[in-house]
Every structure is written in C-alpha cells, then in structure tokens.
C-alpha cells in the first residue's frame, strides 16, 4: 500500500489534485490541500498517481 504526503508550506490551492481525486484530496477553507485518505490501496494507486503528478507546486508525494 501507498501512502500520501502533502507539503502545506508548498500548496498554492489550485485544486488539480481534487479535480482528479477528489476521494482523496479537498482544497479546504484554508485553501490550502487536505489528504482525505492517506493509504491508497493498490487498485488506486494509478490514478492518485496522476492526481499527485497534476500538482503544478510539486506539493504531493505518493511514498511506498
């Protein structure tokens, strides 16, 4: 299983992330990135994968 990292110093809230996994990550009322769910199991891996990838900052890491 994967784990979700995400660097609120870097997070500019431009909610790309949401966009693609929005079961995952939220833009919160900080507007800034919250993780919802931090583990992905492998059968979603590929799309968090992207979703993590669109962050324009480089403000999320997909470890394991």
Do not use: H, N, W
């Given at each position: 299983m994967s784990a979700i990292e995400a660097d609120k110093t870097v997070c500019e809230g431009?909610?790309?992330?949401e966009a693609q996994a929005d079961d995952?990550?939220?833009?919160?009322d900080d507007g800034l990135v919250d993780v919802l769910t931090a583990e992905v199991p492998e059968s979603d891996r590929g799309y968090v994968r992207a979703a993590v990838d669109?962050?324009?900052v480089s403000a999320l890491r997909l470890k394991g």
């Amino acid at each position: 299983m994967s784990a979700i990292e995400a660097d609120k110093t870097v997070c500019e809230g431009i909610g790309m992330c949401e966009a693609q996994a929005d079961d995952y990550f939220q833009v919160g009322d900080d507007g800034l990135v919250d993780v919802l769910t931090a583990e992905v199991p492998e059968s979603d891996r590929g799309y968090v994968r992207a979703a993590v990838d669109s962050c324009p900052v480089s403000a999320l890491r997909l470890k394991g």
